[in-house]
């Protein structure tokens, strides 16, 4: 009997402690990042980096490439564990790395992403069967990455983009990869050089997105890039 107390005891401690991380990284204002490092064959990637990303926000990580922007971005997604330093979500020390619960919530378009030899569909959700798919959320990555604009609406459930989207533009398949992000992201957008090669026009669409996801929708972006971008309300880091 004492034994089998135990394990009553011991599970319960285990579900408060996952509902306590859920809360910890679901309800915050300012994710901190407080003198992080990242060190790679004794080598510094980054070294005591710290800066602020505030929640329902454009925050741009502006600077030459090599400088370790995309590490702190695959800091943030869980993907690379700091070898020192401190992340708070607000004043709540918090572990980002292979965290389910965080990975969850966060949409990611990487420099590196994929287009697979199928329908532009397919390469936003994953699936091949509409009546499977999550329609509102679909719909939704369809409108905010402004497929519309360079897809006759009607085939994007049968027009094949061809292998690593050899049949599309730059600016097409960029479009596809960001609805891709946010149709797997809930809130929170981590977008890698999301504008590099793409031209102005494409730039203004993905600007009034990222406008649209942070001031209509509740969105909380990051981004790096090496590009300035004016007449944008954003913090910069």
Not at 80 to 88: L, M, N, R
Not at 164 to 183: P, T, W
Request: aromatic share 10%; glycine share 6%.
């Amino acid at each position: 009997i004492h034994e089998g107390m135990q394990i009553v005891s011991n599970e319960k401690r285990l579900i408060k402690n996952i509902v306590n991380k859920k809360n910890d990284l679901q309800d915050f204002n300012i994710i901190s990042f407080k003198d992080v490092s990242v060190t790679y064959r004794e080598k510094f990637i980054i070294k005591d980096i710290s800066f602020s990303i505030y929640k329902n926000k454009i925050n741009i990580i502006k600077g030459p490439s090599g400088i370790g922007k995309s590490t702190c971005l695959n800091i943030l997604t869980g993907l690379v564990k700091p070898s020192g330093g401190e992340i708070f979500f607000d004043d709540k020390l918090s572990n980002l790395f292979q965290n389910d619960f965080w990975q969850e919530k966060l949409g990611y378009l990487t420099q590196s992403n994929y287009l697979f030899n199928t329908s532009i569909m397919e390469n936003i959700t994953f699936l091949k069967d509409y009546d499977q798919i999550d329609k509102d959320k679909f719909h939704f990555a369809i409108k905010l990455s402004n497929i519309e604009k360079v897809f006759d609406i009607n085939k994007i459930k049968t027009f094949t983009v061809g292998i690593n989207g050899s049949k599309v533009s730059g600016g097409q398949a960029q479009k596809i990869l960001f609805a891709r992000s946010i149709y797997f992201g809930k809130d929170i957008l981590i977008l890698d050089e999301p504008t590099s090669g793409l031209d102005n026009v494409s730039k203004e669409d993905m600007i009034s997105s990222l406008k649209a996801l942070t001031q209509d929708y509740s969105y909380t972006i990051v981004l790096s890039t090496h590009e300035s971008f004016e007449n944008l309300d954003c913090n910069t880091i």
